[in-house]
């Protein structure tokens, strides 16, 4: 269900809390696809945050939950950076990419997303992780409605030869 | 809108949509922490809980200023929640409050035939001008008696204007804190109640008042 199904109002806000029950169950997951299941909760947690601060100035209830992508999008690179910089246990330094952990257990399909180039990677977890249109994409990668498709498109072609390969 | 959606799904895309959930355990801890650190840092405007009651689920409400709502089941939490965000504030969230606490465990007491009245803090800001009058009227009624709609719009201030007291109670923010199941129609029967007239004989009647 959508947030406008939920209320109707749509120039009215509706209350922090469903904002959280109706969309923070998939952005967990799409963090997941971003940052790995280790951090994917600080990755939620700071996104909430955000959201929860900036919330008062929210102006298009239908907007929601792309705003909601854009600021878990930017998260996740802050904790990529963070994570790249700080001190690592010998036992961290195995090669980033291959080794990791697919994003949640059994789904091997879900590491070699997270090998994809960056854009593809944005475009498909947000496509098939957060179900967002191709429109809703391209406002969180702030780019063209048609270059949120390529990617999607281009991502899929690339884990399909991966798959049969 | 959702241009590609069934039509060219193969099978890579079907696996895709068919990720494992995260354990329910990640989304409490993220659920709580939230909750804890939005309350930290001032971010929640109305904080809330759900409390089971003989009566059902009933749902608190709280600023920083006290205890501002009282949803009992018959509202439905949609519509309180909703009333919450267009009236006080849209960031609202679950989670506690102290004056949330001290409600609970008031609560328990009253409804275990403990506890005669509510020493909680409370925040009268959905309710205003005569209605107000009429609640805080309302709130001097001593458990386990009775008033008439007459007498309280009296005590308010304004003898006449019983039928605009009788607005004020069926919009009582606080049910059962302020008590305005105590007060009943003058011919007799309980009279209308937010939280439903079954729900209002069952107050009245653990208070040994019907």
């Known amino acids: ?165 | 809108m959702n241009d590609t959606r069934d039509s060219d799904l193969g099978p890579v895309e079907r696996s895709l949509r068919k990720i494992e959930r995260p354990d329910a355990g990640a989304w409490e801890r993220v659920r709580r922490q939230l909750s804890e650190r939005a309350g930290a840092e001032g971010l929640v405007d109305v904080s809330f809980e759900r409390h089971d009651s003989p009566l059902g689920s009933i749902l608190l409400g709280a600023t920083d200023a006290g205890l501002v709502r009282v949803g009992l089941p018959a509202e439905g939490e949609d519509a309180v929640l909703g009333e919450l965000a267009e009236r006080v504030s849209p960031r609202v969230l679950a989670g506690s409050r102290d004056s949330v606490t001290r409600a609970r465990r008031q609560l328990d007491e009253y409804f275990e035939g403990a506890r005669r009245s509510f020493d909680v803090p409370l925040d009268w800001q959905l309710t205003r001008g005569f209605r107000r009058e009429v609640l805080r009227a309302t709130a001097l009624i001593p458990y386990g008696r009775t008033a008439s709609y007459r007498e309280v719009a009296t005590d308010a201030g304004r003898p006449g204007a019983f039928r605009a007291a009788g607005t004020a109670l069926a919009t009582n923010p606080l049910p059962i804190v302020v008590p305005c199941h105590r007060v009943l129609r003058s011919g007799g029967g309980v009279g209308d109640y937010r939280g439903g007239s079954q729900a209002k004989a069952r107050l009245l009647s653990l208070e040994g008042a019907a």
């Open chain 1, 1 to 165: 269900m959508s947030i406008e199904a939920a209320h109707p109002a749509r120039d009215r806000l509706p209350p922090f809390e469903r904002v959280v029950e109706l969309y923070g169950p998939a952005l967990l997951r799409y963090c997941a696809a971003q940052v790995g299941s280790e951090r994917a909760e600080d990755c939620l947690q700071e996104t909430l945050l955000a959201a929860l601060r900036g919330y008062r100035r929210v102006r298009e209830v239908g907007a929601i939950r792309s705003w909601l992508y854009s600021i878990a999008a930017n998260k996740a690179v802050d904790l990529h950076r963070g994570h790249a910089r700080a001190p690592q246990p010998v036992e961290d330094l195995a090669p980033l990419g291959a080794s990791e952990e697919p994003a949640y257990r059994g789904d091997a399909l879900w590491s070699k997303v997270r090998e994809l180039p960056e854009k593809q990677r944005q475009a498909v977890t947000l496509r098939y992780l957060g179900d967002l249109s191709h429109s809703e994409i391209a406002d969180v990668m702030e780019t063209s409605q048609e270059a949120a498709r390529r990617s999607v498109f281009e991502g899929l072609k690339r884990l399909r030869k991966e798959v049969s390969a």
